[in-house]
């Protein structure tokens, strides 16, 4: 009797597999001719790229322009560094290539065969790195550059240690076609990133101080509600194909980290070595993204300021916060200013006679706590 007949249903199969996973990625780090041109950057000092995801894990790139060790001085020294903490060493390949206009100079590759999960195999272990001490001459980069282009860092990436499930072909019963599938993750930010670069499609161009910078007003107008009035106002009123917008009262290198945030959603490359500098740069890039309506951006200095506060720049930081209406940034610095110690050093300091011109209500209240 068939089951059919029976009344039961017929009874159901699968199977599964584990089967090992190679899932490889890479991401490409932009160097400006003028960073690389810099001979007053100092030997040890490192600049890490943003975080990136391969093989589901949290990776950066390390570089030292002026070599990470002083017989490396004179070399750019790069490593890979697994972001992260892990429960086991991740083991993985690695490709570092050098592109200047999206000809490769050269490459250099390492690779360890895993031969048993105890012997002893190169590997990376949580907040570790692996990389080349001597990776490339600063000058010979600098001679392969072209003049006022970036250059472009590529670290390709295989993680080898991985593994999934998945489901196991039966012969008799065909592949349901609509079953999901497994999407690839998004390279948006960084295809993003390249239009950006290459300005190819642009079709308006801000003039901030000396330089010139191309960019595409649908990316900007989805971006920004001011750039979006601003540029669409532009097309309305002149040639829809060569508007050009002038920016005042902004440095060239500001408007250009905000142009790469519009685009790629991130900052660009973050430095351990240069703190004052990278405050300095949060502070300015706060007051651009107020300007432009940019709330994500703002969020994002205001996260990276609130670690940036100290004696020194307690009063200016404050003066900020409440001229653009950062609530949480304010707080911490409040927070700084009345921990034991900290009041009458931030009142002496030379922020604190900008923020009693700026802000006179803090001051007062400031004042008075140090005289109580």
């Not at 390709?156 to 998945?166: E, G, L, P, Q, T």
């Amino acid at each position: 009797m068939s089951p059919a007949a029976s009344g039961r249903d017929p009874p159901s199969r699968s199977s599964s597999a584990i089967v090992a996973d190679r899932p490889s990625g890479y991401h490409d780090l932009k160097i400006d001719a003028c960073l690389l041109a810099d001979k007053s950057v100092p030997t040890g000092a490192v600049l890490l790229s943003c975080p990136f995801t391969v093989g589901n894990h949290r990776w950066r790139i390390q570089i030292y322009l002026n070599g990470n060790t002083p017989e490396a001085a004179g070399y750019v020294s790069v490593y890979l560094l697994l972001d992260e903490d892990v429960a086991k060493p991740v083991t993985a390949q690695m490709q570092f290539s050098v592109m200047v206009e999206r000809r490769a100079l050269f490459f250099l590759k390492w690779k360890k065969q895993v031969v048993s999960m105890k012997k002893e195999v190169i590997t990376l272990a949580s907040q570790h790195s692996i990389g080349y001490l001597k990776f490339a001459k600063r000058e010979t980069l600098l001679n392969k550059q072209r003049k006022g282009k970036p250059l472009t860092i590529r670290c390709s990436i295989v993680v080898h240690n991985a593994s999934r499930a998945v489901e196991a072909a039966e012969k008799s019963p065909k592949a349901d076609a609509s079953a999901p599938g497994v999407s690839p993750a998004s390279n948006l930010s960084a295809q993003l990133g390249h239009l950006l670069s290459t300005g190819r499609g642009a079709d308006v161009e801000f003039k901030v101080g000396s330089e010139t910078f191309a960019a595409h007003r649908a990316v900007l107008a989805a971006r920004s509600p001011v750039f979006a009035a601003e540029l669409f106002s532009a097309m309305r009123e002149g040639d829809a194909a060569g508007v050009v917008v002038r920016v005042e009262d902004m440095e060239p290198r500001v408007f250009q980290a905000l142009l790469r945030f519009a685009y790629t959603d991130s900052l660009p490359l973050e430095t351990t070595a240069k703190r004052k500098e990278e405050g300095a740069m949060c502070q300015h890039l706060l007051v651009a993204a107020d300007r432009y309506g940019m709330e994500r951006l703002k969020l994002v200095c205001e996260d990276k300021l609130c670690r940036h506060i100290d004696v020194g720049t307690a009063a200016i930081i404050l003066t900020l916060a409440e001229q653009h209406g950062c609530s949480r940034l304010k707080k911490a610095c409040l927070d700084f200013v009345c921990a034991p110690g900290n009041l009458k050093a931030v009142v002496a300091s030379d922020g604190f006679e900008h923020l009693s011109t700026s802000c006179p209500s803090i001051t007062k209240d400031l004042i008075a706590m140090l005289a109580s």
